[in-house]
């Protein structure tokens, strides 16, 4: 692939996997239809041809048992990156995950440990069939032991994934895959990894901070950019490692603004927004000036997309949000 | 009409529960040295295990799962595994983790509530004890899938129970086995419960085995209270993953002569006509009587061999009772490689709490 051009974030994906694998030999893929088909994304296109079939692995059609070998692969000191389709699916893989992967390191105090990636695409917005549209991040943030982490724009996506595959533990790697072609950007192939456990502050302001992640990260600044015309400055930061959660510099940023509001689009309750506001409560009350808002997903189930429109949050939602917090005396 | 498939699965025992040779010996087994080399090793198993549930009556162990009724199994399995190769246990296969390198008091420190039962494996490659039924049918995989990656002549053995054959985990392992040919044995200690559900509730499947035949595998049955016919088996096994020649699944059929834990009271679901008979096949009291009769195992072998395996458990039980607990601080120290910020302030409130209360313990035993 040529790096001289602007990509989109699956593209940078790719170009992160083909990195990771050139870099290290113990880097290896698996999943469904990962291979030949090149993942039905193509996240995983020519890296087959690149690095053949020992290192590409097309599974047989079992989530559980794409976590569990990627357990068994990781003990053994390989870094397996293994794909779950979509997030809806990934339920099965979830004893796997959270009572494997999650714990071998301190089970074993040390002995053995888990240096595996799960990437999973997420969220709505393309109006996919049933099951393919749920953003359940928080079930995943909520388990000590693994990293959880989001990108939200080709250059992060690529860091952060060679991040996520250097780590020597077990991390959760959720690709939006709203924007995963929404947006296009120079990525240089430098093999840098970006930290993980750290927020990005993609804008700097000090009127309100909006948090947020993922997907959403694309109408939070179209809010901040059209509310910047009202002459309200926003601070947007992308929190990207939905666990361990960098604190800091979302408490920096509250402890600034006084004043925020946290996007996302998974269900509001029990969400890691739930998780932020907390925080946020717990650590920042005297410096909040307003109550802290939020912009979520109904307490809903997914809708069909026919509705699916209806069900995510917008831009003027959080335009909104935003005026209300700055009334607020 | 034609058939398209046709498979079978054969039973395959050489000493029989009256210790009657019913198959000609191999070459190995007409001579004393590696039967008496199991015996001594199930023996071994036995005395431990009914020190472990002693321990466990009398406040000084957890919750314990006893091995009882699974030696043959264990001890043969565990004695043809070379260094290299990888044991992916479940939780009742202490005597394979003893005879693996893995010293007696760690085994206890595990079933007494410290992860550092986990941590000295001595084959370091080696899974710890999988609690999670049949999970680690596929961690076997993956590591067999590392082996086979890596172009190594190595054997993963994975243990599991009869139970753990009606989870989804162990048909796929054995389907990706298959698909990948990857070099691993599995191994079914059937001992017919799975806590209180008896085998007949598992599966109307007449073997376990047979299992194997739908994923494309081998699969065969094997009196799991017989050393040899155990002995061959697994040997063949072993061998055939190691040479690159696929997985085998084999259903070694005993029986669980212990309650399914210490947790559990088996007299409330099992009729004790069952156990009686389950003891009369046990594997232990058949190869000695097979030995007396050879003359390769007298009384007074006997009884310098219980004094020995006695020995060695006690100065184990002494080493576990003696090992103090781990700090609080571990409870942070191992879940990450490195430890994120917020952890880090929880570890210091988690020691400080640690530190106020050993004080006041102190306090409390100097005003005492």
Not at chain 1, 57 to 83: F, H, R, S, Y
Not at chain 1, 106 to 111: A, D, F, I, M, S
Not at chain 1, 139 to 157: D, E, K, M, N
Not at chain 1, 230 to 235: G, K, N, P, R, Y
Request: with cysteine; aromatic share 6%; proline share 5%.
């Amino acid at each position: 692939m040529k790096s001289e051009e602007a990509i989109c974030m699956v593209e940078a994906i790719n170009l992160a996997l083909h990195r990771a694998m050139q870099d290290d030999a113990d880097v290896i893929l698996l999943g469904e239809d990962v291979a030949t088909n090149g993942g039905v994304f193509r996240a995983t296109v020519g890296l087959k041809e690149a690095f053949g079939i020992k290192r590409v692995m097309d599974t047989p059609l079992a989530e559980n048992m794409i976590a569990g070998l990627t357990v068994g692969m990781a003990v053994q000191g390989l870094k397996p990156v293994a794909e779950i389709q979509f997030m809806g699916f990934i339920f099965p893989a979830m004893e796997q995950i959270v009572c494997h992967a999650a714990r071998m390191r301190n089970r074993t105090r040390g002995r053995l440990s888990c240096p595996l990636v799960i990437r999973a695409p997420y969220g709505g917005g393309i109006h996919a069939p049933e099951h393919h549209s749920e953003s359940t991040e928080a079930l995943f943030a909520h388990i000590p032991g693994l990293r959880v982490v989001t990108p939200s724009s080709p250059q992060r996506a690529y860091g952060l994934l060679l991040a996520a595959i250097q780590n020597p533990d077990p991390v959760i790697f959720l690709e939006p895959k709203r924007i995963y072609r929404s947006q296009n950007q120079h990525v240089e192939d430098n093999g840098k990894a970006l930290p993980l456990d750290t927020c990005f502050t993609l804008r700097e302001g000090s009127d309100i901070s909006l948090i947020s992640w993922g997907s959403m990260i694309k109408e939070t600044l179209e809010a901040a950019s059209q509310l910047a015309d009202e002459d309200i400055q926003c601070e947007v930061i992308d929190v990207a490692t939905l666990n361990p959660i960098d604190r800091e510099t979302l408490l920096a940023s509250v402890g600034k603004t006084g004043r925020c509001v946290i996007i996302h689009e998974a269900p509001i309750t029990c969400s890691v927004g739930s998780e932020i506001a907390s925080i946020l409560a717990t650590e920042a009350l005297l410096d909040l000036r307003a109550p802290i808002a939020r912009v979520g997903g109904y307490d809903t189930v997914m809708p069909y997309f026919r509705l699916e429109d209806q069900y995510m949050p917008h831009t003027d939602q959080i335009v909104d949000a935003v005026k209300r917090t700055l009334e607020f005396n | 009409m034609n058939i398209s498939y046709k498979g079978q699965i054969t039973f395959s025992q050489f000493i029989n529960e009256h210790s009657q040779v019913i198959t000609p010996l191999p070459e190995w087994a007409q001579v004393d040295k590696t039967l008496i080399e199991y015996y001594k090793l199930m023996v071994i198993a036995r005395q431990f295990d009914n020190k472990a549930i002693a321990l466990q009556r009398t406040g000084q162990l957890g919750t314990y799962a006893s091995s009882s009724g699974c030696e043959a199994i264990d001890v043969v399995t565990a004695s043809l595994m070379s260094k290299e190769d990888v044991l992916v246990p479940y939780y009742r296969n202490h005597v394979m983790q003893m005879i693996r390198g893995m010293k007696l008091s760690d085994i206890l420190l595990y079933w007494g509530g410290d992860e550092r039962g986990n941590s000295t494996a001595a084959q370091a490659e080696d899974l710890p004890n999988c609690v999670p039924i049949a999970t680690q049918c596929l961690h076997a995989c993956g590591i067999a899938s590392a082996i086979k990656i890596r172009d190594q002549q190595r054997a993963t053995v994975c243990m599991l129970g009869d139970g753990a054959t009606s989870k989804g985990d162990f048909p796929e392992a054995l389907n990706v086995a298959g698909v990948w040919q990857l070099p691993v044995v599995f191994i079914i200690n059937n001992n017919q419960w799975a806590i209180s559900v008896p085998r007949s509730l598992q599966s109307i499947a007449p073997t376990l085995a047979q299992k194997a035949l739908g994923a494309g595998i081998r699969g065969e049955q094997v009196d799991g209270n017989d050393v040899v016919a155990l002995h061959q088996s697994v040997e063949q096994a072993l061998q055939r993953a190691r040479d690159g020649k696929g997985p085998t699944v084999i259903e070694a059929v005993s029986y669980r002569l212990s309650d399914h834990t210490t947790a559990d009271d088996a007299t409330r679901y099992r009729p004790p006509e069952a156990l009686k008979s389950g003891w009369e096949k046990e594997p232990i009291k058949r190869l000695r009587d097979y030995l007396h009769a050879q003359g390769w195992w007298q009384e007074n072998n006997e009884t310098e061999w219980l004094q020995q395996a006695t020995q060695q458990i006690q100065e184990a039980v002494d080493e576990y009772l003696e090992t103090p607990p781990q700090p609080v601080s571990s409870i942070f120290d191992y879940l990450y490689a490195d430890l994120p910020a917020q952890l880090s302030k929880q570890r210091d409130i988690a020691v400080s709490r640690s530190q106020n209360q050993g004080q006041q313990q102190n306090h409390k035993e100097a005003q005492s």
